[in-house]
């Protein structure tokens, strides 16, 4: 018996990662994750939506990481997001 795989899923039709918004981002990481986590998938196809969701994951610490900057700039926090000491504690 000859077992073929199923070629990996063609994701270029998919918006690139790096042009969405956060939500847009999570959402699609949400339903590849549940697809991996139903399992059933041929390898390759896994192996597909495993580097999918990375990219999307990426792109979402992306959205939270300037989102976290920018509050620190209206906080007057320093740069790497921590709240300035007092004067008294310094």
Same mark, same amino acid.
């Given at each position: 018996m000859l077992v073929t795989s199923s070629p990996a899923p063609d994701l270029s039709a998919l918006p690139d990662p #790096?042009?969405? =918004?956060?939500?847009? #981002? @999570?959402? /699609?990481?949400v339903a590849v994750v549940q697809r991996l986590? $139903?399992? =059933? /998938?041929p390898l390759e196809v896994s192996? $597909?939506?495993? /580097? @999918? =969701? /990375? $990219?999307?994951a990426t792109r979402c610490q992306q959205w939270l990481d300037g989102a976290r900057e920018r509050l620190a700039k209206a906080t007057g926090a320093g740069a790497a997001g921590a709240p300035e000491p007092d004067e008294d504690e310094a």
């Open positions: #790096a042009a969405m =918004g956060y939500e847009q #981002a @999570r959402d /699609e990481l986590e $139903a399992g =059933g /998938e192996l $597909a939506l495993w /580097e @999918r =969701g /990375e $990219a999307l």
